[in-house]
């Protein structure tokens, strides 16, 4: 079946540093992938999202690439602030419905 | 456009009772996914409802289930509590049943006690 690991955390940052979140997957065909984030007490927010291979999301200034080669799809932030403090999942769903298979979830900390 | 709704927010039962649990998908959204999230086991999948029918089914046992009705919101009952039933349950809404972004709520946290 499909499945998603991602780097367990938590990944203290300091405040403008460099943020990388590894993410890969084992599906058959071609899922899409997604990133999730997730602040306290909330539910889950799309962050961004590939659906083919060699596709690039981005959004407030996260980035990730979907590798096929490499089955991966890993986050990244070049400066990162207090305010990114949450919980970021690694997500692909198959081609046909909307089941997500999520990670585990990363917990990132950013001190000022 | 309001987003998704889940109620209630809160609940605590005690074992052995019954709960449902509703979500309201964004105007216009047909589909609606369920999930628990717990600390040990993660995000998992319950179901997907699409046009009032069950289109997929996690691996949860037959305690767990749910209904969609015509216009479109959702619930799902959980009957005979135990401790681990313990956890948030989010739903996700989609305007199609495939190729669209899920969209969540706040979610459900359920305590068993």
């Known amino acids: 079946g499909n499945s998603v690991t991602q780097m367990e955390g938590p990944v203290t940052l300091s405040e403008e540093a460099f943020l990388t979140i590894n993410c890969t997957y084992t599906a058959t065909g071609y899922p899409s992938l997604f990133w999730y984030v997730q602040y306290p007490g909330e539910g889950l927010q799309l962050l961004l999202k590939?659906?083919?291979?060699?596709d690039k999301g981005s959004n407030k200034g996260f980035e990730a690439t979907y590798r096929k080669e490499t089955t991966s799809f890993h986050l990244e932030k070049g400066s990162v602030q207090v305010s990114d403090s949450a919980v970021y999942f690694c997500?692909?769903?198959?081609?046909?419905?909307?089941?997500?298979?999520f990670g585990g979830g990363t917990r990132v900390l950013v001190k000022p | 456009k309001a987003g998704v709704t889940q109620t209630p927010r809160y609940l605590i039962k005690t074992r052995g009772q019954q709960v449902t649990l509703s979500c309201s998908p964004i105007?216009?959204?047909?589909?609606v996914s369920w999930y628990q999230q717990t600390p040990g086991q993660g995000l998992q999948f319950l179901f997907e409802y699409f046009s009032e029918t069950q289109r997929n089914k996690g691996n949860f046992p037959g305690r767990f289930s749910g209904r969609q009705f015509s216009n479109s919101r959702s619930e799902m009952n959980v009957s005979t509590l135990e401790l681990g039933d313990s956890a948030l349950y989010l739903c996700?809404?989609?305007?199609?049943?495939?190729?669209?972004?899920?969209?969540f709520g706040q979610g459900t946290r359920l305590t068993v006690v």
């Open positions: 997500a692909l769903r198959e081609a046909a419905g909307n089941k997500l298979t």
């Open positions: 105007s216009g959204h047909r589909s």
């Open positions: 996700a809404s989609s305007l199609y049943i495939a190729d669209t972004e899920a969209f």
């Open positions: 590939a659906t083919k291979a060699d």
